[in-house]
C-alpha cells in the first residue's frame, strides 16, 4: 500500500525535487503551492505525512498546520516544516503549533527522505 505525501511549497523547483526524490523511493506524492490549495489537496487525498514551507504566498505555513491539523481526521497529521528561517523561536512555534520536525533550507534531500520514512513508521 503507497503512503501518501503531500509536499507544500511555492518554489516549484523544490517541490519537484522533493517529488522526484520521494516517489522514487515508493512513496505516492501531491503538491501544493498555497495555503488553499493545501488544505484542498489534503482532505481530497489525506496523506499520510506533509511536508510544507513555513512561508506561503497566500499565507502563513504555521497557520497551515493548525488548519489542517485541526480537519476531521487530520488531527494526527505529522507534519515536517521546511523553511529558510533557521532561528530557534520559529523552530519553537512550528513545533508548538503540531508539526513533528523542522528542517532549515537549504537541506539535504537524503536527510529530509530519512526524516520523511521515519516519521510515517512512527504514524504507523
Avoid: W
Amino acid at each position: 500500500m503507497y503512503k501518501n505525501v503531500l509536499i507544500v511549497d511555492s518554489d516549484t523547483n523544490i517541490s519537484a525535487s522533493l517529488g522526484f526524490l520521494l516517489g522514487h523511493s515508493g512513496l505516492h506524492v501531491s503538491t501544493a503551492g498555497s495555503y488553499d490549495e493545501a488544505l484542498s489537496v489534503a482532505r481530497d487525498r489525506r496523506p499520510d505525512v506533509v511536508l510544507m514551507d513555513a512561508v506561503l504566498p497566500d499565507g502563513s505555513g504555521y497557520d497551515l498546520c493548525q488548519a489542517l491539523l485541526n480537519q476531521p481526521g487530520l488531527s494526527h497529521l505529522p507534519v515536517l516544516m521546511l523553511t529558510t528561517r533557521g532561528l530557534e523561536v520559529e523552530r519553537e512555534k512550528a513545533l508548538s503549533l503540531g508539526a513533528m520536525d523542522f528542517i532549515v533550507k537549504p537541506f539535504n534531500p537524503m536527510l529530509v527522505l530519512t526524516r520523511v520514512q521515519e516519521l510515517l513508521r512512527e504514524a504507523a
